[in-house]
T-cell receptor, first 112, second 112 residues
Framework: EDQVTQSPEALRLQEGESSSLNCSYT??????LFWYRQDPGKGPEFLFT???AGEEKEKERLKATLTKKESFLHITAPKPEDSATYLC?????????????FGKGTSLLVTP | NAGVTQTPKFQVLKTGQSMTLQCAQD?????MYWYRQDPGMGLRLIYY???????DKGEVPNGYNVSRLNKREFSLRLESAAPSQTSVYFC???????????FGSGTRLTVV
């Protein structure tokens, strides 16, 4: 059974304190690994797609990386506006119709 | 740019009542999805429609029905609501062959 596991469940950082969120996956053939940001009361917002091990993508203070077993979302010098829940999701050979398997998310709080 | 529009935003139902959640997208996407999000459970796929005229079950379809009314609209119906269906429901859409979903802002449903 495909599984996507995110850690930690919650993370509190001071402004400027860099850290990483982890997404480990056990799936039958990864076709793509996705990161989303979700603000309270809103729908998830697409951040990145990674397709193969070694791939990296960056957007402002965020950088996503992918290995054969996990993905990391690195947050460099975070600001309070980076506070949100970050979701990762996998598209796999078990999925049809382009459905995604989501992890439970990491809730990030950045304090001034 | 409306993207994906869901109505209503909030709803309270009594056990046994029925209702339809509406979703419309204006991006000319072929694929549409319904997910539910529960605390500690992550996003789980209820139904999806890979293209106009087709619908398929996802991970948690019991108690729900869907209709792909046309390319723009994908509705989710609860025939006899149960307290276990209390959740936040998200509709999403994507281009065929592309997993970068665009999500709506969600419907928060409470069944009492």
């Amino acid at each position: 059974e495909d599984q996507v596991t995110q850690s930690p469940e919650a993370l509190r950082l001071q402004e400027g304190e860099s850290s990483s969120l982890n997404c480990s996956y056990t799936v039958s053939g990864l076709r793509g690994l996705f990161w989303y940001r979700q603000d309270p009361g809103k729908g998830p917002e697409f951040l990145f797609t990674l397709y193969s091990a070694g791939e990296e993508k960056e957007k402002e203070r965020l950088k996503a990386t992918l290995t054969k077993k996990e993905s990391f979302l690195h947050i460099t010098a975070p600001k309070p506006e980076d506070s949100a829940t970050y979701l990762c999701a996998a598209a796999t050979n078990s999925n049809s119709g382009y459905a995604l398997n989501f992890g439970k998310g990491t809730s990030l709080l950045v304090t001034p | 740019n409306a993207g994906v529009t869901q109505t209503p935003k909030f709803q309270v139902l009594k056990t046994g009542q029925s209702m339809t959640l509406q979703c419309a997208q204006d991006m000319n996407h072929n694929s549409m999805y319904w997910y539910r999000q529960d605390p500690g459970m992550g996003l789980r796929l209820i139904y999806y429609s890979a293209s106009e005229g087709t619908t398929d079950k996802g991970e948690v379809p019991n108690g729900y029905n869907v209709s792909r009314l046309n390319k723009r609209e994908f509705s989710l119906r609860l025939e006899s609501a149960a307290p276990s269906q209390t959740s936040v429901y998200f509709c999403a859409s994507s281009e065929t062959g592309v997993w970068g979903y665009t999500f709506g802002s969600g419907t928060r449903l409470t069944v009492v």
